[in-house]
């Protein structure tokens, strides 16, 4: 069976600047996708980024960019100059042969002005 | 831009009451599911349907769960009788095609359960 692993329930990051999210999985399949998940206090929770377990290359979206490293079955995620904004909880999931999503605990981002 | 739908967003019932609730995703969405996420932890699939049919219910408490989707459109999951440990929010999302790991699932706003 898969499983998610966030190992940071909490973490603080000052206004403008860049805070890493760490996240590991465990899998025995080749073919398989991994997500961040946003989810602010009181709203639905929304995609932030995606990366496909076959491209080497690693996504970005804006100020959001992942660290994919398969054979670690690491998959953490920057975010840069980091806004008040940000603040929720984020969630890593992972999407394999079964169809449906895996998540993580989730990591309580808080953003200091 | 389109949105699921879930209503109610709170609900406040006895233990051994009956419960509902309501999804309806994103039009021309295919595939729907229902997650449950307790305070402080991650979402846990409930169910998942392909159209009208059940993919995968393996982790739905049968004695006490269930869900429909009868027109392959709208959903309704129900519990009875509710007990306190049921107490969470229940996600419903939806995604275009069958297979989660290709595409992204979209998520309804939740309804908070607490069971008293």
């Known amino acids: 069976a898969q499983t998610v692993t966030q190992s940071q329930p909490e973490m603080s990051v000052q206004e403008a600047e860049t805070v890493t999210l760490s996240c590991t999985y465990d899998?025995?399949?080749?073919?398989?996708?991994l997500f961040w998940y946003k989810q602010p206090p009181s709203r639905q929770m929304i995609l932030v980024i995606r990366?496909?377990?076959?491209?080497?290359q690693n996504a970005t979206e804006n100020r959001f960019s992942v660290n994919f490293q398969k054979a670690a079955k690491s998959f953490s995620l920057k975010i840069s100059d980091s806004q008040l904004g940000d603040a929720a909880m984020y969630f890593c999931?992972?999407?394999?042969?079964?169809?449906?999503?895996?998540f993580g605990k989730g990591t309580k981002l808080s953003v200091k002005p | 831009e389109a949105e699921v739908a879930q209503s109610p967003r709170y609900k406040i019932t006895e233990k051994s009451q009956a419960v509902a609730f309501w999804c309806d995703p994103i039009?021309?969405?295919?595939?729907l599911y229902w997650y449950r996420q307790i305070l402080g932890q991650g979402p846990e699939l409930l169910v998942q349907?392909?159209?009208?049919?059940?993919?995968?219910d393996s982790q739905l408490p049968k004695d006490r769960f269930s869900a429909e989707r009868l027109k392959g459109v709208d959903s309704t999951l129900k519990i009875q009788p509710a007990e306190l440990g049921d107490s969470a929010m229940y996600l419903c999302?939806?995604?275009?095609?069958?297979?989660?790991?290709?595409?992204?699932?979209?998520f309804g706003p939740g309804t908070r359960l607490t069971v008293t």
């Open positions: 999302a939806s995604s275009q095609y069958a297979r989660t790991k290709d595409y992204e699932q979209y």
């Open positions: 899998t025995s399949e080749s073919d398989y996708y």
């Open positions: 990366q496909e377990a076959y491209k080497q």
């Open positions: 999931a992972y999407g394999g042969s079964q169809g449906n999503l895996i």
């Open positions: 039009s021309g969405h295919a595939t």
């Open positions: 349907f392909q159209d009208e049919s059940v993919v995968d």
